[in-house]
């Protein structure tokens, strides 16, 4: 009854624009059809992302510590200039804005290592849960059960267990009489907490990416080499991986992308110490514009802009890699 | 058509409650260190019934959200009608006058003329708020810890060094983590800094450089820390301007000493309860003081107010002596007020310890030196403290040297100078 109803209603619109959709498309062509369907999608891109990207390479123009535009001042290329100003790039205590380029060199080391570690792991995961071991619902549920945790939970969980009188410390006490450690007030340690508790609670989500790819893999090529007694090392570098590479190439620029944006977890668990050890590039922006006395949102604003550049190129990369993909699978 | 309009106008109506302002509505946002969230619900429930005409909602938040996200809500020309804030000067452009809305000018300055300066934008004259309380850095030391190690409380004149010296034998004996903790804020290392000599204000008004005598208490500081005597990880476990504090591992024992200032004794009051014996130090002495730095939190009433008339009748209720008096009694702050002050308070406690703190303050504020005083009316108060707190937490963490740290605070602060401008 409801959708006998609602069919009415649509035929009913469908009707009403019908004539006038026909006589457009009469008038413009098939691409200005294509143009007029993308309207409502080109309008929420620009509302939500092109026009305060502008917005904010404006603000990465000015200078002064108010929010409003018409409050501050044109300050041109200035903010770019000091960030790029620089004795050593490699060295941050040489840069006019040193804090810039030690979120800059923690941010690349974290990426480096995060993903390498989360692709690795994500895989291993996946390949263990396709296969038919005992409760596997209930391991894939585990797996992701992190995914599902609001990030200041996760990074707050971890920073119970991991301060000086956390559970860790408890349990290597109570069990090998350990003296207590301060995990998130060593530079190393507090430095890899961030990116294991990262992999903690993304880690489900790449796996079931990978997951689904393995599950599309199919089963006869496996029986064609088993009878053909190929061994489970090349089964895998011949069979698995190559098929399961689109996965791949998508778990990896996505992981790029996300750990290039680290911020919630890690600023929670360690906000940002010891020092300066652990504080990423997501946060320095927070800093500069909203957190410091004194705020310098056009430093931001440029440093947001610089961020933005090294997203553009992953994405890039992203788009480069699946065209390849797409162009394999025609071949 | 009537069933439309109806549809129409009810819409209207939720679209502007979400947005607007009606009259008589006053939203409050607070923060609490202790129990004055409850104590001024309380004191609220009483006003809004004595005007019916008056809703008051009160937007309890963590002081992070008031240091962090409140300026940035300003800026935006959002934000509450009324808010509970410790930065008072740099963001005095958006607190509104209320003098052509109170019941009795002359009150106002009479009783709260004094703190009035730490919230007006520098050279007016305006009544922006009150002091719900006035606080003053200081220390509390864990006497049960003292005592079992069979070491002597420091007499009121102790330096830095004694404390430390004495608080790194009870932390041995004791076993505890570290001797004393201080927490990570420049407000709190300012009142060392000062007893120590250090001056921030240059003869122009504007940030002098840091000078000798500063730079030796960040050393001494840094050198506690290395040493493990001093708590490590408060100063290390952020970065920036973030404020962390010890109080927690205070209250669990975990250090002899802790330097933090009179706004805790409530906190300490319900959370330590009779587990230990605890006192108020007041400030240990420098070579040129024995000063801790005044301060607190002011009520402020906010210029983008829709309800002016309103804000003032609220702010009026607050700072009136009956309720300012209760406010202090129940919350154990120290109040600003100077009839409720003449007229003697009755903390609302039997806890001992509590009630010789609170004495113990209220000496400690008649050593506070002249140059501390200053400080909170002051505009380039909380540049200074950023950019302290910030590069002494990078030496702590081992990134930079004491003689780089020194170069880049001064650079911060003639940067923040800079951008203000």
């Known amino acids: 009854m409801a959708s006998g109803l609602t069919m009415a209603v649509v035929e009913r619109i469908m009707g009403i624009i019908d004539i006038p959709l026909r006589r457009w498309q009469k008038a413009t062509g098939q691409t200005g059809m294509a143009s007029f369907f993308l309207l409502p999608n080109m309008a929420v891109f620009g509302v939500f992302v092109l026009i305060p990207f502008v917005i904010n390479f404006i603000y990465s123009m000015t200078g002064g510590a108010q929010i409003f535009l018409d409050e501050r001042r044109y300050v041109g290329m200035q903010q770019y200039r000091e960030i790029f100003s620089c004795g050593n790039y490699l060295d941050p205590n040489s840069c006019v804005q040193d804090g810039f380029w030690t979120a800059v060199q923690n941010t690349a080391l974290f990426v480096v290592l995060q993903v390498i570690l989360l692709i690795v792991l994500s895989l291993v995961t996946a390949l263990i849960l396709n296969r038919e071991i005992i409760g596997r619902s209930f391991w894939r549920a585990v797996f992701f059960f992190p995914v599902l945790l609001s990030p200041v939970v996760t990074g707050l969980i971890w920073r119970w267990i991991l301060q000086r009188q956390g559970l860790l410390n408890f349990i290597l006490y109570e069990w090998f009489g350990a003296e207590p450690f301060n995990w998130l007030t060593d530079r190393t340690t507090a430095f890899m907490a961030t990116i294991g508790v990262t992999i903690w609670a993304h880690m489900g989500f790449y796996t079931l990416i990978l997951l689904a790819g393995l599950q599309a893999i199919p089963k006869d090529l496996y029986e064609a080499a088993q009878m053909d007694g190929t061994s489970r090392s090349r089964v895998f570098w011949r069979i698995t991986l190559p098929l399961l590479m689109p996965n791949l190439i998508v778990v990896l620029v996505l992981a790029l992308i996300r750990a290039v944006q680290v911020f919630d977890e890690a600023f929670v668990l360690t906000g940002g110490g010891p020092g300066t050890s652990t504080m990423y590039i997501v946060q320095y922006i927070y800093e500069m514009g909203f957190a410091s006395e004194l705020r310098n949102p056009g430093l931001a604003a440029a440093a947001s802009i610089l961020m933005g550049a090294v997203l553009v190129v992953l994405t890039l990369m992203q788009m480069a890699a699946s065209r390849r993909n797409e162009k394999k699978g025609e071949r | ?421």
């Open chain 2, 1 to 421: 058509m009537m069933k439309n309009k109806t549809i129409i106008a009810a819409a209207a109506m939720a679209l502007m409650s979400t947005t607007a302002a009606f009259a008589g509505d006053v939203r409050i946002m607070w923060y609490s260190d202790g129990v004055e969230g409850e104590v001024l619900k309380d004191l609220i429930s009483r006003f809004e019934k004595d005007n019916p005409d008056i809703h008051v909602t009160i937007d309890e938040v963590a002081y992070s959200v008031i240091k962090e996200q409140l300026p940035v809500q300003l800026a935006a020309g959002n934000g509450p009608d009324i808010a509970r804030v410790t930065n008072l000067k740099s963001l005095s452009q958006y607190w509104l006058d209320l003098t052509p809305y109170l019941k009795d000018v002359d009150f106002w300055k009479k009783n709260y003329g004094d703190q009035l300066d730490w919230m007006r934008p520098d050279g007016s004259d305006i009544i922006p708020g009150f002091m719900t309380q006035i606080t003053l850095t200081g220390g509390f030391a864990n006497k049960t810890l003292f005592d079992q190690a069979g070491v002597a409380l420091p007499g009121p004149d102790a330096t830095w060094e004694d404390w430390a010296k004495a608080t790194q034998k009870v932390a041995e004996s004791q076993q505890i983590p570290y001797a004393f903790a201080i927490d990570r804020s420049g407000h709190r290392i300012t009142g060392p800094m000062i007893s120590y000599g250090a001056n921030y204000i240059g003869a122009d008004g504007m940030p002098a450089p840091l000078d000798d005598k500063g730079k030796k208490f960040i050393s001494d500081l840094v050198g506690w820390t290395k040493d493990g005597i001093a708590e490590r990880d408060v100063w290390v476990s952020a970065a920036g301007t973030t404020y962390r504090a010890a109080a927690d591992d205070f209250i669990n024992s975990q250090v002899a000493f802790y330097y933090a200032g009179s706004w805790q004794i409530p906190n300490f009051m319900t959370k330590i309860g009779t587990d230990f014996d605890w006192v108020a130090t007041g400030s240990p002495c420098g070579p040129a003081a024995c000063t801790g730095m005044p301060g607190g939190a002011g009520l402020v009433a906010m210029k983008a107010t829709k309800n002016p008339e309103d804000v003032a009748k609220v702010m009026d209720y607050l700072a009136s002596t009956p309720v300012a008096k209760e406010f202090a009694e129940r919350t154990l702050f120290l109040p600003s007020n100077k009839e409720v002050i003449a007229g003697g308070l009755d903390f609302k406690t039997d806890n001992q310890f509590a009630k010789e703190a609170l004495n113990t303050f209220v000496k400690a504020s008649s050593t506070t030196a002249p140059e501390a005083l200053k400080l909170p009316g002051w505009k380039w108060s909380d540049a200074y403290y950023g950019a302290l707190v910030s590069r002494v937490s990078q030496v702590m963490a081992g990134e930079m040297s004491l003689d780089e740290a020194y170069g880049r605070i001064d650079q911060d602060i003639a940067d923040k100078v800079k951008e203000a401008k």
